[in-house]
């Protein structure tokens, strides 16, 4: 009767960016979201600092995340003449793979988290820790930004723009001193269209609790030319108020970007950020097969449905970075399988569910930036 009920979950087109370690940062994230993705940073106006994005443990999170630095003087942008700013971002463009650009009428989500010191000091002008851009076309201006805003009092906000000849400005804000000095989780979820829709929840990670939520089911999110709309991330900030600035540390991690109505999973709180997120089986794909695949990475588990454990069994046809995880449908992980350097080849492992209620799991399978993810039901 189970097996009736509960079947394999599809293949998920899903990317996600994870620091794995001091060294070799800047490769690490294009080869993830595209060559000259790391490029909007400011290290040839500052060359003896080195590298402006580098990745330390973190003990809160408890895993290794990313850090963008940010130097009053003599950080620019990208020394492009320009000496009322700078910039220190990564971001998708036009050589990054197809799944990682908004395309016309097509909706994707995107999860990561981040970090404000507890002295972060915003300025009156522009400030972005987050932007999402038109890649070309009316590319000037911004169409969302997360922006930290200076004022009485300090707020982070939400910034939409119609683009060139249009209108602009904040629809949504929160006071900022409640994301100073802790880890939050950023849900954002778009379809891009003229008559598009964007939602936005954040939440913070030490216990789960929402710290702002904006949706708007009816909003411009295209631009007139452009051919695809993509995410920036990291510190964009004036410099016309120089000497109210001080050097900034912003700590990002767990970037996702998904497609459609594939799924970036959540390890904070037990509530799903909308209901368009993985709330109930019903979510998934209800095509039954025996195993999904990509190019790279054939999953198998058995038996499925299962009553105490089951075995993963994982075909790799190139070497890399694996993480195997199993959720459960309120997206809260309930057990790491693999977190491993694995060669080619096959790969085993077990879940042991003896300890977990009767219900639908996922498991996920993160190899060299590749996601797979299958349904099991334990009886």
């Known amino acids: ?46 060359p003896a600092f080195g590298r402006h994005i580098t990745e330390v443990f973190d003990s809160q999170l408890n895993k290794n995340v990313f850090v963008f630095h940010i130097h009053v003087t003599p950080d620019n942008d990208r020394c492009n003449g320009s000496t009322d700013r700078q910039r220190n971002e990564i971001k998708t463009q036009g050589s990054s793979p197809a799944n990682l650009k908004g395309a016309l009428n097509e909706t994707v989500s995107y999860r990561w988290k981040f970090k404000l010191d507890a002295g972060f000091i915003p300025t009156s002008n ?34 939409h723009s119609t683009g060139n000849g249009g209108t602009g400005g904040e629809i949504h804000s929160e006071n900022l001193s409640s994301f100073k000095g802790v880890w939050v989780e950023v849900f954002e979820k778009i379809k891009y269209s003229t008559s598009g829709t964007y939602q936005i929840v954040i939440k913070r990670v030490s216990d789960g609790v929402t710290l702002l939520s904006y949706s708007n089911s009816n909003i411009n999110m295209w631009r007139d030319g452009t051919t695809f709309c993509r995410p920036k991330w990291g510190i964009y900030r004036s410099l016309n108020s120089i000497a109210l600035l001080r050097d900034e540390q912003v700590r990002f991690a767990d970037f996702c970007i998904a497609e459609g109505s594939a799924i970036c999973p959540s390890d904070v709180g037990s509530a799903s950020s909308s209901g368009t997120e993985l709330t109930t089986a019903a979510a998934y794909s209800k ?34 970075k694996t993480l195997v995880e199993v959720f459960d449908t309120q997206q809260r992980r309930v057990a790491v399988l693999i977190n491993a350097n694995l060669q080619p080849g096959t790969h085993r492992a077990v879940f042991n569910a003896g300890s977990v209620p009767a219900g639908t799991y996922v498991i996920s399978v993160l190899h060299n930036g590749k996601v797979v993810t299958k349904m099991i039901a334990k009886q």
Do not use: W
């Open 126 to 159: 522009f400030c972005h820790i987050h932007q999402i851009k038109a890649g070309d076309g009316d590319d000037g201006a911004p169409l969302i930004t997360i922006t930290p805003r200076a004022g009485n009092p300090q707020k982070l906000q939400i910034i």
């Open 287 to 320: 095509k039954d097969e025996a195993s999904k695949e990509t190019a790279d990475i054939v999953v198998k588990a058995y038996p499925n449905p299962l009553q105490q454990n089951t075995t993963i069994d994982l075909s790799l046809k190139e070497a890399g």
């Open 1 to 46: 009767m189970m097996s009736r009920l509960f079947s394999p979950l599809s293949v998920h087109a899903q990317v996600t960016l994870q620091a794995d370690g001091p060294g070799n940062t800047y490769e690490l994230i294009q080869s993830v979201l595209g060559s000259g993705t790391a490029g909007e940073v400011p290290d040839c106006g500052h």
